[in-house]
T-cell receptor, first 112, second 112 residues
Framework: KQEVTQIPAALSVPEGENLVLNCSFTDSAIYNLQWFRQDPGKGLTSLLL?????REQTSGRLNASLDKSSGRSTLYIAASQPGDSATYLC???????????FGKGTKLSVIP | EAQVTQNPRYLITVTGKKLTVTCSQNMNHEYMSWYRQDPGLGLRQIYY???????DKGDVPEGYKVSRKEKRNFPLILESPSPNQTSLYFC???????????FGPGTRLTVL
């Protein structure tokens, strides 16, 4: 069964820093991987989706990479801002599956 | 505006009193699903639907029912709620199971 791990569970950085969030998964047979953002008391907002054939995806200050063979993905946030404070979740869609498996998230705090 | 809506947003009820949480999407998506989110356990899928009249169990289906009679709606039914179903519930939709997922705002359910 696919397991998704996100370390650290929480991260605090000063404003302006570049940072990396990590996601690892146990089964490399995946169809795609998606990064989400969740603000307190709200739903999830999709940030980036990487297909298994891709190495990375970029959207503004965000860059997500995927190394399927090693079971790892990273979300790079450039020039962090207080508005980036949220919980970031990664989710994997296994090959031949119709279900996303989520990590438990990394809670990011960007200090002004 | 493209969106997934859920109602109610907050609900406090008592053990055994049947309830329905509605979910509707206006994006003509084929795939819809329900998740519950609990502290320390993360997001877990309850049921999903590949299309009208096609539903299947997720990881934690016990105590829940769903139906998909129309493409836009995917209600979650708790026929005899119990306190262990107290949770934050999310509905999500996507074009197909392989596409970017869009989440509703969540329904916070408390069962006394």
């Amino acid at each position: 069964k696919q397991e998704v791990t996100q370390i650290p569970a929480a991260l605090s950085v000063p404003e302006g820093e570049n940072l990396v969030l990590n996601c690892s998964f146990t089964d490399s047979a995946i169809y795609n991987l998606q990064w989400f953002r969740q603000d307190p008391g709200k739903g999830l907002t999709s940030l980036l989706l990487i297909q298994s054939s891709q190495r990375e995806q970029t959207s503004g200050r965000l860059n997500a990479s995927l190394d399927k063979s090693s079971g790892r993905s990273t979300l790079y946030i450039a020039a962090s801002q207080p508005g980036d404070s949220a919980t970031y979740l990664c989710a994997v869609l296994g090959a031949g599956s119709y279900q996303l498996t989520f990590g438990k998230g990394t809670k990011l705090s960007v200090i002004p | 505006e493209a969106q997934v809506t859920q109602n109610p947003r907050y609900l406090i009820t008592v053990t055994g009193k049947k309830l329905t949480v509605t979910c509707s999407q206006n994006m003509n998506h084929e795939y819809m699903s329900w998740y519950r989110q609990d502290p320390g356990l993360g997001l877990r899928q309850i049921y999903y639907s590949m299309n009208v009249e096609v539903t299947d169990k997720g990881d934690v289906p016990e105590g829940y029912k769903v139906s998909r009679k129309e493409k836009r709606n995917f209600p979650l039914i708790l026929e005899s709620p119990s306190p262990n179903q107290t949770s934050l519930y999310f509905c999500a939709s996507s074009g197909t199971a392989y596409n970017e997922q869009f989440f509703g705002p969540g329904t916070r359910l408390t069962v006394l």
